[in-house]
């Protein structure tokens, strides 16, 4: 007989939702599975992936407006629009370094709130050295 503990039951219980799961959602372009993430209470709108990346990020960096607003108006939970990743880099600094084709994920972001660490966005811009023309 033994010592019979309780019963194992966790074959019946939902798979464990990772924390980058709406990221990679994102990056994926997969709109139908970050809907249905999305409508999960327990998935956490401000996870991350190894490089800290939250989904508003990755949706950003990959010029996907649609998942952007949908991210900023989730109603019951609050996505940290001014999350950094691990360099330092913001959803919003993100969209300014990919201008002018995310002008309307910068336009979203600033009108939602995001900080705008100006200064250090056109640092990055005009980081670069100019580009020499080539000779004739």
């Known amino acids: 007989m033994g010592n019979a503990g309780p019963a194992d039951h966790s074959w019946s219980r939902e798979p464990q939702i990772k924390p980058d799961?709406?990221?990679?959602a994102c990056l994926r372009g997969d709109r139908s599975s970050f809907d249905a993430l999305l409508a999960r209470a327990d998935v956490n709108v401000n996870g991350h992936d190894?490089?800290?990346w939250t989904a508003l990020c990755a949706a950003t960096i990959m010029?996907?407006?649609?998942?952007v607003q949908r991210l900023l108006e989730v109603r019951g939970r609050e996505v940290d629009i001014d999350h950094t990743?691990?360099?330092?880099w913001t959803?919003?600094?993100l969209a300014v370094a990919r201008l002018p084709a995310s002008k309307d994920i910068v336009l979203l972001l600033l009108n939602h709130?995001?900080?705008c660490r100006l200064w250090g966005?056109?640092?990055f811009i005009y980081a670069?050295?100019?580009?020499?023309?080539?000779p004739a």
Request: charge should be negative.
């Open 63 to 67: 010029e996907r407006t649609w998942f």
């Open 128 to 134: 670069s050295p100019p580009l020499e023309p080539k």
């Open 121 to 123: 966005c056109l640092q």
């Open 91 to 93: 959803a919003l600094a």
């Open 21 to 24: 799961c709406l990221v990679q």
């Open 113 to 115: 709130g995001a900080f």
């Open 50 to 52: 190894d490089v800290g």
């Open 85 to 88: 990743d691990r360099l330092g």
